[in-house]
């Protein structure tokens, strides 16, 4: 092993229990309830808010590529709800994200083709009035076709490849989530 790698590990092990390429790490909440969204949903299924999954996104930017990660997540005080209940919120919320990251993806792609549209508009018009003999004109209106152009590829094709391998990573390096009430010791 690298002297680099060794170093990033013994850092590592500070913040995670680490073995074979497993990184875990215990997360601690006082309640489970500081990690419900209250102003979201019609009680059918609790949302979660940021904390957690930013968390999540946290850890797993901290770990080196080949690591997976075995998330801990240890409750203190349930409050109204059970274990069982937690999980399963805890499973939907995932499922939600994944969705929101879907859609979120294909709102992009659909902005960067539209704007891919108007640049090859613009420049149009501008080559239109090159024949007119508006060389000012000209050149402010094909920089700016230039630029839709360009801003539209980079979200249509670079911007929405950057997240899918972010979300592709993050799902592949979850390994093992558990949730557990707080031992104490009475």
């Known amino acids: 092993m690298s002297k680099k790698k060794e170093i990033q590990l013994e ?21 489970f309830s500081e990690l419900i969204n209250p102003n979201f949903g019609d009680d059918k299924i609790e949302k979660l808010n940021d904390k957690l999954f ?25 409050g109204e709800y059970t274990k069982e209940e937690c999980e399963k919120i805890i499973i939907e919320n995932v499922k939600l994200t994944a969705y ?5 993806s294909s709102k992009k792609r659909s902005c960067g083709w539209s704007l891919i549209g108007v640049g090859a508009i613009i420049i149009l018009i501008s080559y239109f009035l090159r024949s007119q003999n508006n060389e000012l004109w000209f050149d402010l209106i094909n920089i700016t076709g230039t630029l839709f152009a360009w801003e539209g590829s980079y979200m249509a094709f670079i911007e929405r490849n950057l997240e899918n ?11 093992n989530i558990t949730i557990e009430r707080e031992k104490t010791n009475d």
């Open 11 to 31: 850092i590592l092990k500070n913040y995670f229990t680490v073995e074979n390429n497993i990184a875990t790490l215990t997360l601690v909440y006082d309640t």
């Open 100 to 104: 929101q990251a879907i859609k979120e």
């Open 54 to 78: 930013s968390d999540i996104k946290e850890a797993v930017s901290l770990l080196p590529k080949k690591f997976k990660l075995n998330l801990h997540i240890v409750i203190k005080d349930f």
């Open 165 to 175: 391998r972010a979300m592709k990573t993050l799902a592949k390096s979850i390994n």
